[in-house]
């Protein structure tokens, strides 16, 4: 991965959990969990938290369509990793009910809801909710909740660089799914853990707010979008707008102006984040709900 501490910088715990789990499967461990293993109380915490009940909890939607729905997501960000994931976690959740490679194959509330939350991610300020109008608005908010996480991870992987390696896709897939994306929890033991009576405002207060490498404020600048000294700005701007375009070059420039890989962790964490909340937020406000 671009940081080297993502793959590198695990507590003890955490790199004899790796070194286990890839003896056992004789596959080098994904980079996404290699990513949730650093640092768990900055954002793994929450994040996995939202994760497990949006893509496991009770829903309206089977979760080979919440599958589908991430998969979909991915294919906006451009993000191969996360769109041959999703493709592979259809196949196996949805065990034939749709067909990843045919849109067609969807049911149409499935579709109508595909089309919303497109316009969450492309357009957050310019938002119709007619095409979902007759389904109930729980459906709706399941699926503004598999949106959120996606709208999230699929920046990282781009930012950070996530591939697929051999043998990965089947193995990580099949965990993923067999586990109902749930870490053993003495992995995630860091830091302090709060509750604020939901799970997308536990997830802003530990990105956001809870003490960290960088500060409060230049977290909620990068949430915001901006603004923020150079190299800072141009780099939260394409992870939050065009995170597939992110290089190596991009991050050496950070580096070179004299940031430590923990806070362009932290920043891109935090732009990823801000982001997503704000298309969760226009969704929501569509619905006429309070954000």
């Known amino acids: ?79 191969p990793f996360c769109i041959d994931t999703h493709a592979e976690l259809t196949r196996i959740a949805g065990r034939g009910e749709i067909d990843p490679a045919d849109p067609a194959s969807a049911r149409p509330p499935l579709r109508a809801v595909r089309e919303f939350l497109e316009q969450l991610t492309r357009t957050p300020d310019r938002v119709d909710a007619t095409g979902v109008a007759n389904l109930p608005e729980s459906a709706v908010l399941d699926a503004l909740r598999v949106n959120l996480v996606w709208n999230i991870v699929n920046r990282l992987a781009n930012a950070f660089g996530f591939t697929l390696r051999e043998g990965q896709l089947r193995s990580g897939t099949r965990a993923l799914h067999r586990f109902g994306y ?19 405002a536990d997830l802003r207060h530990a990105v956001l707010d809870a003490p960290a490498t960088t500060d409060p404020s230049l977290r909620a600048a990068a949430a915001a979008g901006g603004p923020l000294p150079e190299p800072w ?25 004299g940031h430590t890989e923990d806070q362009i962790f932290e920043i891109t964490v935090a732009a990823a984040v801000g982001a997503a909340l704000r298309s969760f937020d226009a969704g929501r406000n569509a619905l006429g709900l309070e954000a």
Not at 56 to 67: H, M
Not at 242 to 248: E, F, L, P, R, V
């Open 233 to 257: 700005q141009s780099y939260v701007t394409a992870v939050r707008d065009a995170s597939y375009t992110i290089t190596d070059t991009d991050i050496a420039r950070l580096t070179a102006a």
């Open 1 to 79: 991965m671009r940081l080297t501490v993502l793959d590198h910088g695990h507590r003890r715990r955490a790199t004899l959990f790796l070194a286990l789990t890839s003896t056992m499967s004789r596959v080098d461990s994904p980079d996404i969990v290699k990513m949730l293993l650093y640092r768990p109380g900055f954002l793994t915490r929450p994040l996995l938290d939202l994760t497990a009940d949006a893509m496991r909890g009770p829903s309206y939607w089977t979760a080979g369509e919440r599958e589908y729905l991430a998969m979909c997501t991915a294919q906006l960000y451009r993000c």
């Open 182 to 200: 749930r870490f053993p929890g003495f992995l995630l033991a860091d830091g302090k853990t709060t509750d604020h009576g939901d799970v997308a």
